[in-house]
């Protein structure tokens, strides 16, 4: 819907009683208020100025957001966005619509993550006439309760297994229905590697309705798994032992409305522009994951082993490079990185990925030689050799790179830069001064 005309034919043609002005925190958590649909002359009128002026709320209990002071905040709809719930009754149902996040006076909030991702798009498009298209792989578990309580992987199942063995494709066929009445353009789902564990696939787009596609993705799954009984869970390493859950994020950008990054005439048919922007993906790759990968529990997963994208290179055909360059070519040439879990805000993921990215190609930095080789089964002594890093063990070593990142830290800005490492260092703090059950079981004996 473009007009608040059509929005309003919208609303009444499917019965809409209720809609719910959404956006996320800093986390990337969504967050909303319900606005009810009035009946009358009177309640048009008051439904079309929310829709097109939008919606006051208080933003001093929104964590990153702002202070009680100065608490009074505006949400103002994206109407494009406007879409029924169908996982709500059909006979009075219930709409959402993505918001962006205004103070008062009128201007957007720096603290809105969707905002900051469309100012990084706003200046590269005045800057370079340039597009960002971003296709995620967010994949999750599906858990049920056993007799003690607990919640363990609903099924046994492998990668690519087929019922009776995978459990899980009635509610994957849930899901699939769901989003595309949601309006995705869902390309493929299956069982993951570990138990319980799936992946659904949809269309890439432009980073911000990527970014909208995520949440809307993770709330669906979460509230369709509840209604069965189940718990979805995007946490990045839920059990010791087996896979994480990862969230690959391939990508490209376009300038001038042409793609970028095929050259047919260069090495591995990749452009120079494609070539510099692996480049400074590889050269901040160490402050990116403190956002892409932004939860103590993250590193749990980026540990070597278990498939982990922890190897500071690039390749061709070679998943154990941080960064691959999928087969194919021509407007369909695009990198994967493969670090970011899908417990980050997407919105300020995708804006540090562009902005080191875009980084490497206004420095023309040159990637290093691919590696094709596996290095999972590299020494670190090989690694050392080959001038292989890693990224930071820890949430903690992670923060610290990005405390040092001039670029990622003025793609965030300062407000969203300065609230994320203060929470992520609280959270970090927490965390350390914790007791766990290993340790209880380790150390008690002392």
Same mark, same amino acid.
């Given at each position: 819907?473009?007009?608040?005309?059509?929005?309003?034919?919208?609303?009444?043609?499917?019965?809409?009683?209720?809609?719910?002005?959404?956006?996320?925190?800093?986390?990337?958590?969504?967050?909303?208020?319900?606005?009810?649909?009035?009946?009358?002359?009177?309640?048009?009128?008051?439904?079309? =100025?929310?829709?097109?002026?939008?919606? *006051?709320?208080?933003?001093?209990?929104?964590?990153?957001?702002?202070?009680?002071?100065?608490? &009074?905040?505006?949400?103002?709809?994206?109407?494009?966005?406007?879409?029924?719930?169908?996982?709500?009754?059909?006979?009075?149902? #219930?709409?959402?619509?993505?918001?962006? #996040?205004?103070?008062?006076?009128?201007?957007?909030?720096?603290?809105?993550?969707?905002?900051?991702?469309?100012?990084?798009?706003?200046?590269?498009?005045?800057?370079?006439?340039?597009?960002?298209?971003?296709?995620?792989?967010?994949?999750?578990?599906?858990?049920?309760?056993? !007799?003690?309580?607990?919640?363990?992987?609903?099924?046994? !199942?492998? *990668?690519?297994?087929?019922?009776?063995? =995978?459990?899980?494709?009635?509610?994957?066929?849930?899901?699939?229905?769901?989003?595309?009445?949601?309006?995705?353009?869902?390309?493929?789902?299956?069982?993951?590697?570990?138990?319980?564990?799936?992946?659904?696939?949809?269309?890439?787009?432009?980073?911000?309705?990527?970014?909208?596609?995520?949440?809307?993705?993770?709330?669906?799954?979460?509230?369709?798994?509840?209604?069965?009984?189940?718990?979805?869970?995007?946490?990045?390493?839920?059990?010791?032992?087996?896979?994480?859950?990862?969230?690959?994020?391939?990508?490209?950008?376009?300038?001038?409305?042409?793609?970028?990054?095929?050259?047919?005439?260069?090495? *591995?048919?990749?452009?120079?522009?494609?070539?510099?922007?692996?480049?400074?993906?590889?050269?901040?790759?160490?402050?990116?994951?403190?956002?892409?990968?932004?939860?103590?529990?993250?590193?749990?997963?980026?540990?070597?082993?278990?498939?982990?994208?922890?190897?500071?290179?690039? !390749?061709?055909? %070679?998943?154990?490079?941080?960064?691959?360059?999928?087969?194919?070519?021509?407007?369909?040439?695009?990198?994967?990185?493969?670090?970011?879990?899908?417990?980050? %805000?997407?919105?300020?993921?995708?804006?540090?990925?562009?902005?080191?990215?875009?980084?490497? #190609?206004?420095?023309?930095?040159?990637?290093?030689?691919?590696?094709?080789? %596996?290095?999972?089964?590299?020494?670190?002594?090989?690694?050392?050799?080959?001038?292989?890093?890693?990224?930071? !063990?820890?949430?903690?070593?992670?923060? &610290?790179?990005?405390?040092?990142?001039?670029?990622?830290? =003025?793609?965030?800005?300062?407000?969203?830069?300065?609230?994320?490492?203060?929470?992520?260092?609280?959270?970090?703090?927490?965390?350390?001064?914790?007791?766990? &059950?290993?340790?209880?079981?380790?150390?008690?004996?002392?």
């Amino acid at each position: 819907m473009n007009s608040v005309e059509q929005a309003m034919d919208y609303i009444k043609t499917n019965n809409v009683k209720f809609i719910r002005f959404q956006f996320v925190d800093i986390h990337g958590e969504p967050k909303n208020i319900a606005y009810p649909v009035k009946a009358g002359a009177a309640g048009e009128e008051e439904l079309y =100025d929310v829709l097109e002026k939008g919606l *006051y709320f208080d933003g001093s209990s929104i964590e990153g957001f702002v202070s009680i002071e100065s608490s &009074d905040m505006m949400l103002k709809p994206d109407l494009k966005t406007l879409s029924v719930l169908p996982w709500r009754p059909t006979e009075k149902s #219930v709409a959402r619509v993505i918001c962006d #996040v205004y103070t008062t006076t009128g201007k957007p909030f720096e603290g809105d993550p969707r905002g900051c991702l469309k100012r990084v798009l706003a200046k590269f498009d005045e800057e370079l006439g340039g597009e960002f298209f971003v296709g995620p792989e967010p994949e999750f578990f599906i858990l049920k309760e056993d !007799a003690c309580g607990s919640w363990v992987p609903a099924d046994d !199942a492998g *990668y690519f297994d087929l019922e009776p063995l =995978d459990g899980g494709c009635d509610i994957r066929r849930k899901i699939v229905f769901a989003l595309e009445n949601l309006g995705f353009h869902v390309e493929a789902s299956h069982h993951e590697v570990a138990e319980g564990q799936h992946e659904v696939d949809f269309k890439f787009a432009d980073a911000v309705k990527t970014a909208d596609s995520v949440v809307t993705f993770k709330t669906t799954i979460k509230t369709l798994a509840a209604q069965e009984g189940l718990k979805a869970t995007f946490m990045p390493k839920p059990f010791f032992g087996i896979n994480g859950s990862g969230m690959h994020c391939h990508q490209s950008i376009w300038l001038n409305g042409e793609p970028s990054f095929y050259d047919e005439s260069a090495q *591995y048919q990749l452009s120079e522009t494609c070539m510099s922007y692996v480049a400074g993906i590889l050269d901040h790759a160490k402050s990116i994951v403190a956002v892409t990968n932004p939860t103590v529990n993250s590193y749990k997963r980026l540990v070597p082993g278990y498939e982990a994208p922890v190897n500071i290179a690039w !390749a061709n055909a %070679n998943r154990s490079a941080i960064v691959r360059v999928p087969a194919p070519r021509g407007k369909g040439t695009r990198i994967e990185f493969r670090a970011p879990d899908p417990s980050c %805000n997407p919105y300020l993921a995708f804006t540090v990925m562009l902005a080191a990215g875009l980084d490497g #190609v206004k420095r023309k930095l040159s990637a290093i030689d691919p590696v094709e080789k %596996n290095i999972f089964a590299m020494s670190e002594a090989q690694k050392k050799a080959e001038g292989i890093e890693s990224v930071p !063990a820890n949430l903690k070593a992670a923060l &610290d790179e990005l405390e040092n990142n001039s670029v990622l830290k =003025d793609a965030l800005g300062k407000h969203i830069f300065e609230n994320f490492i203060e929470i992520k260092n609280a959270e970090w703090d927490s965390f350390r001064t914790s007791v766990t &059950d290993w340790e209880t079981k380790q150390y008690l004996k002392i």
